[in-house]
């Protein structure tokens, strides 16, 4: 596709239980970022990836966050025994360079809103 | 410290006027890059803008510009004759040289009245 896809587009988990989301960047971008975004506020950075090397992870907010992109492309964020807190909505971003270009526009997805009963 | 300020958290203006957002950013790093975002509500994240701190002319990109006053440090984005289309919150943000991170603002909801 032309955009970043992500899915699902919407998840309900019960406390406890695991989840994968998934992100799916624009063909051929090097960098891969992750973000999360509470309800009225603005994204705020988790992780980002250049290729398959995880290059910055200071966002995670803990352990039971984790993220991979095993061959460069497709990124999975996933979130063990999911707490309340959790719940917001996950947003994926893609640029085409491969090293830190201030003017590098991120091109995000369209998120998946997780909700933790 | 707050490193971006959007003060207003929502704006109402009507239909073909102009509007400002208002943004005002900290930063010690010389070298940065100022974006700004759209998000309607069906909560994709678009692009609209991009002004680095060394461009000596604000951005602009059709009925989008960034007034960009570097010793205020601040970055508004004008919207020219508003349409109904404009309605969604919009973000600030920015860049550091030495991080690949995007820092956002937490936004203004503009609602465009007809």
């Known amino acids: 596709g032309a955009g970043v896809s992500q899915s699902p587009r919407y998840k309900v988990a019960k406390r406890g239980q695991d989840v994968a989301l998934r992100c799916d960047p624009i063909?051929?971008?090097?960098?891969l970022f992750w973000y999360q975004q509470a309800l009225g506020q603005g994204p705020e950075f988790l992780t980002y990836?250049?290729?398959?090397?995880?290059?910055?992870k200071s966002g995670l907010p803990s352990d039971r966050f984790f993220a991979e992109r095993p061959e460069g492309s497709v990124s999975t964020l996933k979130i063990q025994r999911t707490q309340q807190e959790d719940s917001a909505v996950y947003l994926c971003?893609?640029?085409?360079?491969?090293?830190?270009?201030?003017?590098?526009?991120?091109?995000f997805g369209p998120g998946t809103r997780l909700t933790v009963l | 410290a707050q490193k971006i300020t959007q003060t207003q958290p929502g704006m109402f203006v009507q239909e073909k006027e102009a509007v400002t957002l208002d943004c005002t950013y900290d930063?010690?790093?010389?070298?940065?890059?100022l974006f700004w975002y759209k998000q309607p509500s069906s909560g994709e994240m678009i692009f609209l803008i991009y002004?680095?701190?060394?461009?000596?002319q604000n951005a602009t990109e059709g009925r989008y510009s960034l007034n960009f006053q570097k010793a205020r440090k601040s970055a508004n984005l004008v919207i020219s004759a508003s349409q109904l289309g404009d309605s969604a919150m919009y973000f600030c943000?920015?860049?550091?040289?030495?991080?690949?991170?995007?820092?956002f603002g937490k936004g203004t909801r503009l609602h465009i009245l007809p």
């Open positions: 990836f250049q290729n398959e090397a995880q290059l910055d």
């Open positions: 971003a893609s640029s085409p360079s491969r090293g830190s270009t201030i003017t590098d526009t991120q091109y």
């Open positions: 930063t010690s790093d010389p070298s940065y890059g």
């Open positions: 002004q680095g701190s060394y461009d000596q």
């Open positions: 063909s051929g971008h090097v960098s």
């Open positions: 943000a920015m860049r550091e040289r030495s991080y690949d991170k995007i820092i």
